[in-house]
């Protein structure tokens, strides 16, 4: 039967992130509902924060369109605006190629909890809004550089 | 703000089926969420099922993924292995060219509310299970023929 057994999905954490950045992302959580149904063609992911976690750095997409709505709790929406506050139902899209960088924090006292859609582009560019440092995928293989193309290091330890 | 306002998105009600399927679909309206939201590369629609609704024929795609989750509400998922109850928080894949026709009915009392996510194929072909109809879908041109690609014509008509 085509009903996810949700219990069997396995739970993913860890980041892509090189520090310092990968720590700041413990308390999220997430499974991989459209890889459990079979899908191939876009992402469908449940994504749990643990109060106080982040849902990823600020960031827009340059060839993959987002989508996000909240399935339980309430969680901070970050933008270029400012922020805003998502409740249960409350939907955002985000469509590729917007510089407009976004993540979801949660700043309540329990989980927070979103289904978050992204297209599967072969070649995608992530930009980071409030750090120097873009990631470039291509099939699946991840590299983070500055945003004017050099490798990436550390905040304060190119020289060191 | 990237919020989306669902009082502002409008109701889409109808079908695109012939009769006399379409009058099969009353009770049914949707959200063109995604598109609200921006987005071309996937759609996300937020489908109210009132009781005694059906979401669609019982149906498979050719080309496109299609992922549900139910947001409110009960409702009964068929597909080949005969019937499922889908419950708040409940998930299920299907992936493109996997022929098993799957449909949603809200046998309940109170509204189902389910979120749909499909990807978009430039071509479509949609096969309907339980009649004999297909639907041809390019570049946004629905054509509805038998199995056999004969033009199609209400059961019983073909010979009125």
Same mark, same amino acid.
Request: charged content about 20%.
């Given at each position: 039967?085509?009903?996810?057994?949700?219990?069997?999905?396995?739970?993913?954490?860890?980041?892509?992130?090189?520090?310092?950045?990968?720590?700041?992302?413990?308390?999220?959580?997430?499974?991989?509902?459209?890889?459990?149904?079979?899908?191939?063609?876009?992402?469908?992911?449940? /994504?749990?924060?643990?109060?106080?976690?982040?849902?990823?750095?600020?960031?827009?997409?340059?060839?993959?369109?987002?989508?996000?709505?909240?399935?339980?709790?309430?969680?901070?929406?970050?933008?270029?605006?400012?922020?805003?506050?998502?409740?249960?139902?409350?939907?955002?899209?985000?469509?590729?190629?917007?510089?407009?960088?976004?993540?979801?924090?949660?700043?309540?006292?329990?989980?927070?909890?979103?289904?978050?859609?992204?297209?599967?582009?072969?070649?995608?560019? /992530?930009?980071?809004?409030?750090?120097?440092? /873009?990631?470039?995928?291509?099939?699946?293989?991840?590299?983070?550089?500055?945003?004017?193309?050099?490798?990436?290091?550390?905040?304060?330890?190119?020289?060191?």
């Amino acid at each position: 039967m085509p009903k996810l057994d949700l219990a069997q999905v396995p739970q993913k954490t860890g980041s892509i992130y090189p520090e310092p950045y990968a720590s700041m992302m413990k308390g999220r959580s997430s499974l991989r509902l459209g890889q459990a149904g079979g899908l191939t063609q876009f992402g469908v992911n449940l /994504v749990t924060l643990e109060p106080g976690a982040l849902s990823s750095l600020r960031h827009w997409h340059l060839n993959e369109d987002e989508f996000v709505m909240v399935i339980a709790g309430e969680c901070v929406m970050v933008t270029d605006d400012g922020e805003e506050i998502m409740r249960i139902g409350d939907c955002a899209g985000f469509p590729a190629n917007t510089p407009d960088g976004h993540h979801f924090i949660n700043r309540g006292d329990t989980p927070a909890v979103f289904l978050v859609i992204g297209s599967k582009a072969r070649e995608e560019v /992530v930009t980071y809004s409030d750090i120097d440092m /873009v990631l470039t995928v291509t099939d699946g293989t991840n590299v983070c550089t500055h945003k004017d193309g050099r490798p990436w290091t550390p905040e304060g330890e190119e020289n060191g």
